[in-house]
């Protein structure tokens, strides 16, 4: 158990292990933009398939992210207005 004395103390309340930081590290690239081929490479992953077990976390993020055309002003031009 002493791994995970700096989780501990980090406020962490499950195990960490080496593969959880990998994965975290992964996860964080492509929210940040990297593509799948870069992940692969870094990770060292022979197949793109085993990195694409990351895509389903990039789902909330895509979901979360605002369109550029919400932020248009367009004018009113409504039969109303004429």
Known sequence: MRA???A???GLQSRVH???LRHCFATH???NGADLRTIQLL???HDLKETTIY???LTTH???TASPLDSLQLKDK???SE
């Open 29 to 31: 690239l492509l929210e």
């Open 8 to 10: 501990q103390q980090a």
């Open 55 to 57: 895509l389903p976390s």
């Open 43 to 45: 990770l060292g992953h």
């Open 62 to 64: 895509l979901n979360a």
């Open 4 to 6: 995970n004395v700096p």
């Open 78 to 80: 409504s039969p109303q």
């Open 18 to 20: 080496p593969h959880t």
